[in-house]
């Protein structure tokens, strides 16, 4: 009986814990989203720029290296809006 009160006291932690990350993690998100809503707008300034090639370079790789077809099951990358795929 002790083992089974042990075990569903961890489990409301994990729980606790899991719900105070999720938490943390949205006010994390919202100070993100409003510090890019503040943020000026540089597309020419020559980090910014810098920083998209930079981007372009890493996100060609992930694709290259996520739609390999010598591999024996190769991925397939789709982009929908059905509701039924998401």
């Known amino acids: 009986m002790v083992a089974v009160v042990i075990t569903v006291a961890a489990t409301a ?3 606790r ?3 105070e990350a999720i938490e943390r993690s949205r006010v994390v998100a919202a100070g993100v989203g409003a510090a890019y809503v503040a943020a000026k707008s540089t597309p020419h300034d020559a980090r910014v720029a810098a920083a998209y090639k930079r981007l372009q370079a890493e ?5 290259h290296d996520a739609l390999r077809t010598d591999v024996l099951n190769p991925t397939r990358i789709v982009f ?4 039924r795929h998401m």
Do not use: W
């Open 17 to 19: 814990t899991e719900a």
């Open 13 to 15: 932690d994990a729980r």
């Open 59 to 63: 996100t060609d790789q992930l694709f």
């Open 80 to 83: 929908t809006r059905c509701p």
